[in-house]
């Protein structure tokens, strides 16, 4: 790799990457889709392995481009399978992915920030603040890291979510522009019902995202069924309050088939009581929806507890008497901190937990 030529190649989705290599080489578009199809579906990470590609021409793409990767800073595995990532960036910086583990597939959880700036009062993340947006190359390079990993065990996952650090509609442009790429049938070639992107609810970020025909599923995290309590849960509530976040979400231009997830995180004693039980159905009266009861995983400090099993699975059950699709999503990867709302580096962990 010559100086300076800091450019990375998994910064571009297909298009991008056409008009590049026509202006900076004035090459025809058959070059960018072989360079897709090496570094997103082969994960090749050197130029020299691009075997349809005459040495002269590798050579110049050396010379401009790198290929990322994130450093694999640790690696955890858990007693159900759940494997936890550790990925130190560039600039030092170091953001989770969790590959998880359920029965019947493997689903992989990515981060979209360095922190988050939505402080919503029961997560980890929130603790450390908003450090930065990760960089498309960022958002990839961790499905191709774990996408690495997985293959040496043998192992595919064909399910992404955006449900690990960071609010990933605050991060629009990068997070846009590796869905593309995680779509691109040439790439990696996720089907959109296959990744899903999960907000806090950032109205005008969730507009666009349907307006665009953004190629991903959309996941909205309710948690709440009075504006009073989600706006002391989760602060942009006062900007975009529950109503304002439903109509959108009617009008939202979705195909017929795709449904919007609606995740309610489970706070003892804070959201689950028999009156938000009443209000949630008319909440989601002609909301494209299915309901993903989350069971709250306690984090120290914070002072949210988790509701018994029991209260749980009662609400699993009213909820599917009226007629809405209701999972219940187990944690997995407890024992390793791989849950959800778990993430955050080693430091800030301790941070949380000190102060
Ligand atoms: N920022 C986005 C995506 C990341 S958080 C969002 O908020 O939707 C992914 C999910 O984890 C959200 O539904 C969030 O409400 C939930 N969550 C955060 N902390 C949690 C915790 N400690 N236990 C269970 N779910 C949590
Ligand atoms: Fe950010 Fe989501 Fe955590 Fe809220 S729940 S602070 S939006 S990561």
Redesign the pocket.
Known sequence: MSCGSHVELLDFDRAELTAELEQRFGLPAFRARQLIRWVHKFRVKDFSEMTDIAKPLREAFDDAYTIYRPELAERQVSRDGTRKYLFRLSDGSAVESVLIKQTDRLTLCVS?QVG?A?G?K????ALMKLKRNLATHEIVGQVLAVQDDAAELGEVFNNIV???????LHNYDNVMRALRLLNDELGHDFSYRKVTV???GLVPAIERFGQEGAPASL???L?ATSDDVRSQL?PINKKWPIEKLMSTLRELPLNSNRRITI?Y?MLAGVNDTKDDLARLPGILKDVPCKINL??????AG?G?KRPSRDHIAKWQDRLLSRGFNTTVRW?KGEDIDA????LATANEAKQAVSG
Do not use: D, H, K, W
Not at 162 to 168: L, R, S
């Open positions: 979209s988050c939505m919503c029961f997560c980890r993340t955006f449900m690990g650090m960071g609010e990933p999960s907000t806090s996941a909205v995290s948690n989760i995740e995180v989350i069971p709250y995983n306690e984090n914070l949210f944690s849950a959800c709302g778990q």
